[in-house]
């Protein structure tokens, strides 16, 4: 075998240098640009959400007349739960002079409801002045079952405090009286006491 010389042992160590080194710069750069990434299962990638579109319940709508002493009166739309004030704000509000007390004004509005605000110390239209009855009384005007107080109806011939709240109570859970002959169905009021009372009441 022939001898190799000192020279060429150092060519071919140089050269086995250089091919790690080649060898080494190239592994670095395939494993820099790498094989694009492997694209997610499925199951990681998230799904786009449906947007759900929920349409709100259209409020009911009541038809109220408000009348008496107000700015605008008229009929108005309101909304299912609104009050008594509401009806009357919607009215332009009360006239100088207007009996705001004469109503209940945190009493809920029902349909076909007629709101009449008086005025302080205005003698109601039916009076006696010399018919029937003591003269120069004046008859009493017609309850409203919808926006009376308590102490209104108490004032009621055969209607205690008892069956007073017994009428709140039957209102607030009905939403108000679409008839007279609803208050019959109050626990405590039977056909004779609705009869007496027919008169005295009103919607």
């Known amino acids: 075998m022939p001898e190799v010389s000192r020279p060429q042992l150092v060519a071919y160590g140089l050269a086995a240098l250089l091919v790690v080194v080649l060898g080494v710069r190239f592994m670095h750069g395939q494993a820099r ?13 998230a799904a ?3 947007a759900v579109r929920i349409e709100p319940r259209a409020a009911a709508v009541a038809l109220v007349h408000v009348a008496g002493a107000v700015r605008s009166p008229g009929v108005y739309r309101l909304r ?4 008594i004030q509401d009806a009357v704000r919607r009215a332009g509000g009360p006239r100088a002079g207007a009996d705001l007390n004469a109503i209940n004004l945190a009493a809920r509005v029902a349909d076909g409801q007629q709101v009449v605000v008086p005025r302080r110390g205005a003698v109601p239209a039916a009076a006696a002045g010399g018919g029937a009855g003591a003269p120069g009384a004046a008859a ?3 309850v409203s079952l919808n926006s009376a107080t308590a102490e209104q109806l108490d004032t009621l011939d055969g209607v205690g405090p008892a069956t007073a709240q ?3 109570e ?7 009286f679409g008839s007279v002959e609803e208050l019959g169905q109050v626990s405590g009021i039977g056909p004779k006491r609705l ?9």
């Open 33 to 45: 640009g790498g094989a694009p990434p492997a694209p997610a299962p499925a199951s990681a990638r």
């Open 140 to 142: 009493v005007p017609p």
């Open 166 to 168: 017994k009428i709140l």
């Open 170 to 176: 039957y209102r607030q859970e009905h939403g108000g």
């Open 195 to 203: 009869a007496a009372l027919r008169d005295h009441v009103r919607v």
């Open 48 to 50: 786009p959400s449906a």
């Open 80 to 83: 299912e739960g609104e009050r």
